[in-house]
């Protein structure tokens, strides 16, 4: 089985970092092709980067397709692209938010989320409520770390990250904590022995998933709303991307 | 007043069709400039066409802060781009989708709404559900005619919207119709005439909404999540995108 | 145009404060009519002075529809008799609860209501969940201060009002306020300018509102809920009321 | 303890029918009080008319403090001036859609309503939100009756009104019915036998809960929104009705 | 009539509690029969303890229509095998947390619940999501007492629960609190005596509420999902309890 | 890895049924253990039934933490006991109706469930309800046909459960069904090539759920309403059954 993982921002060094934690949960049969697009924000942070990173993902997917891949993963937590990629895939696609939540739904009774700046709370609310996760969501804690201040040697972003992980679970009544960045994916076992909780990366969990549904001879359903792109005309710079 | 009415997809005949629903309503201080982006899908019937519409949208967007433009409607009924053109604009961004659903709230006990292609439905519901109609939405009817069925002469499928329209007042229990689709803004008066309740059609709507909140003195508020896009590198074909 | 603004308490101290916020930012060509009920509470704060205040909004409105006005609006924010008025109007009514939450979720990701008597906030609750706004609320901050005192000279009651909006906005993360009051209609550009971000006043929006409502050749739907009262016999003391 | 059932609307007819199923129902120490207001509408058909009767039903609850009236039902389905009232009472005040639809979560899975006109449909879907029962109303049918039609000899509402339990019952999935009306309340029985599933009347309902929270001990709280009303002064026509 | 109030523990010296509080609310002509299951747990604190609780409800229950009750109580706020009690029972069977809640709404604007254990929390928040009651539950507050703490003598596990009781007043905006433990069905006036706000007990309020369905001649629905259970083999050691 | 497959009732023949599905899907390295309780209900068909088939399924996690289970999955539908297992394991448990909804949010725009009988129907809306998958669900079709009834052989149950599978793709808008019964396990493939869309059976995807969570290093959370189960003592026939 061949898994796509995308990371929707063009920064390999966090690439590099998402490929590892998904080659580390990885089964044996199962191949990680981790990816940046070859265009696209190096950093999201904000529905403008997200909207462009969208075009990246797509554009993945679609090469993707003719790569003989079986899944994706979008590896950033607002699941940039997720509805149009999954029109453009055979296979499932999943979310790392996505990934996150519904693991978390499947082990404890209520989830805090941990991410990066404040200015994507909404995103990060908007999210829960779409997959149906309000009675599940104790707080989102919004460390106003920028995405690449957890690249940076040296910095203390990833003490702070842990300390509102261990906050969450202190002070909101929360029994696991969802890492809200693709960055923190090298977070998961080192957070988790911090706080005495389960702490969990939606990379690692979108590969997972993506793992049991090509399993499960599911890919994504093509009778509705996921139904293959119209072939039409896309016209000036974006022809390129027309569905063909 | 300068408002830019933005058609996301770059079929210019229902371009001119939308400009002149706005100049309609438009008050005698305000301007219209209608446009379609210089690049992008030719009509929007899906999430992937969406993802690339929201480019052209944002683009248009970004130009307009520099032509003086006060406000913006986005002229396709699942208000494609509408996050991230509220972080590059100034002024209110108003979508019309939003537009019809706010202003039905305003004056009825529920509406339905009246659209185009079935896979579309769940964008709908989507928004339904995000802007906190679902009380008042009383019937989502896909007509499954495509986008550009509206602008063929002979065709009828005009005379399909207005009977789903009529069948939304006679059977769903709704008290107003929202015209779902650009395409259709040439029928408000029309549809409702003939089917003898208010009949919205959301450019129309946009526009009035959009006067109303620079009358107001209202901008888009930049404390959180609309808050202007950081400065940062975009790669590859992208890069001439990017926040400056 | 004709829009009659109706103060449902009848302090006209407040009723003039209300009109002048009311002509500040109508357009040219509409005439503003400022008034309070011939009858009823001098402010309106709880259920009872609520249900009183209705009668005078329904009369008003009721002359309203004789003198020729086009549209209505209703400027106390537990937008008392709006259903009622709906049924009795032509033309569009638009409480300022309403008009102020709608104005919001058209600019901003979230905003807070700051308001007077604490025994109120389930009326701000109630309406906030009834216009669908739950996810765009981030908190109500009742400053337990009468209506009556924000039209005492001398008295501090701004200035407790324009601290809520600041806490509002940093320790809620809201990114507007909404002024929960009739009486705040001075306040509006004063506080936005204090707190850095949109304050909005709701006889300011719904003025405007009804504008564009007006111009869109919208008035109230009358196939349901909102049709004209059935006429019949009111007997007693409110024999005068029955509609005709 | 004496229990004032008040029938919003003054058609004495349906008052005495209303009293009759109180008393049926009330235990041997109750004394059902059953009034109509002095003054307002004959029947209660949209929102023009709930909020004179309204006022009356204030009206009477405020005699009935003076009465020693113990606790308070307000006998029309769409609860009109109930937290109003509340503000008044010191004893319990139920509305008999409330009674009804409590009444019905404690025996079923799944309650419909029975009622008259289609204009009313609105109200009735309000109730059901404000109450917290959209997960166990199965359906609102509207008979389209109007509320007088109950009392004409010779009529058939109540056939209608029974082969629209009956409907609701084989077709909705309801486990047991709501006579959505008070002229209904002499149709308990007989709609239960003939639909083989239990009918709720709520004037009874309310009874039986009022008597159940006296005996608790339990009034209206007063730390909030049921607090008393403030004394104040009213104008013009009203200024008999100011809280003293 | 006679009632059956079930402790689902099997503590008998809450159960006698519970009885007498029982006896303190019943009509002159109601007989209470409080007992303990023949089996299960001591303590109800966690869903294991509930599922095996919810047994000897069942059995108790199934015992009590031999018996010739009229309807029952499950006197434990998580109200442990309530659904299935109902398939059993003709009569109705009323939850005690189900009754608090249902007394609250009824009285006043919001309320909060006062319980024990934190791990517990989860399951009255279920339950106010099940019952509708979302909009009128102000905060849950677990005092993190072991549910026999409040029958140790010389305990201050009394004092911690009013003290908390107090908080919910005072710091959430609640008009009035549940007392969330069988165990603390002899606080209820006193209570309401110290924080000067109805103190709700759901044990008094359980039964009172089944005095009123039967005094309505309502028993449970057995159209649909509380239809008698249908007959058929139990295997093992669970044979005898095979529906007959 | 060891996933302990729960069939709650005590059918066998459906238990081996339910072991081949799951064995059908497990990875190489899995091992299935897949076992009926050693006592309750033969089918489960209500909440009677099920309150007794938790009791089983929480004494086979019991045993199977003493046999080195890594995860169990509970193949009812109903997912009885489901809270209650998952204090008493380490590892992850999954209820199929759980995982069949779970998949289905990642694979499609929307899910029908087709299952047995009519009085189920509750059940289904409520866990529907519990996972937040209200906006997902496109309708429940209860085909009422007995549970042992898709065991008969020459029966015609299986066509009957295609039929209705069928119509939920063609009339109801939905993209995927759920197999909403553990004895159709058999069915996954046979009704996907018939309906041309996914058909998701719960045991299988359960098993490929535990897998992936086992293969993360989750397991359940211990922090919060999952903690293990309190020591103490259980009286009368439920003794043996006490926490220790």
């Known amino acids: 089985?061949?898994?796509?993982?995308?990371?929707?921002?063009?920064?390999?060094?966090?690439?590099?970092?998402?490929?590892?934690?998904?080659?580390?949960?990885?089964?044996?049969?199962?191949?990680?092709?981790?990816?940046?697009?070859?265009?696209?924000?190096?950093?999201?942070?904000?529905?403008?980067?997200?909207?462009?990173?969208?075009?990246?993902?797509?554009?993945?997917?679609?090469?993707?397709?003719?790569?003989?891949?079986?899944?994706?993963?979008?590896?950033?937590?607002?699941?940039?692209?997720?509805?149009?990629?999954?029109?453009?895939?055979?296979?499932?696609?999943?979310?790392?938010?996505?990934?996150?939540?519904?693991?978390?739904?499947?082990?404890?009774?209520?989830?805090?989320?941990?991410s990066m700046l404040e200015r994507s709370r909404m995103t990060m609310e908007h999210l829960v409520q779409a997959y149906g996760m309000e009675h599940r969501c104790r707080s989102i804690r919004m460390t106003d770390i920028p995405v690449l201040g957890l690249e940076e040697e040296g910095s203390n972003a990833q003490a702070h990250v842990i300390e509102a992980c261990r906050q969450a679970i202190e002070e909101d009544h929360a029994d696991c904590v969802l890492l809200g960045c693709g960055g923190m994916s090298d977070l998961m076992r080192r957070v988790s022995a911090e706080i005495g909780a389960p702490a969990i990366d939606g990379v690692s969990a979108g590969v997972k998933f993506v793992e049991a549904l090509v399993g499960l001879g599911l890919g994504t359903a093509k009778r509705q709303g996921f139904a293959r792109p119209l072939v039409k005309e896309y016209t000036g710079a974006l022809a390129g991307f027309a569905p063909t």
Not at 75 to 80: E, I, K, L, N, R
């Open 1 to 114: 089985m061949k898994i796509k993982v995308i990371n929707p921002n063009t920064t390999w060094s966090m690439t590099e970092k998402i490929g590892a934690a998904a080659r580390a949960v990885a089964s044996p049969g199962t191949e990680i092709v981790a990816v940046s697009p070859s265009m696209g924000p190096v950093s999201i942070e904000g529905f403008h980067d997200e909207a462009f990173a969208a075009i990246g993902v797509i554009d993945e997917v679609r090469k993707g397709e003719a790569e003989g891949c079986d899944g994706y993963v979008i590896a950033c937590f607002g699941d940039p692209g997720l509805a149009a990629a999954r029109e453009v895939a055979s296979g499932p696609v999943v979310g790392i938010a996505e990934a996150a939540m519904h693991a978390a739904s499947l082990i404890g009774t209520g989830f805090s989320i941990v």
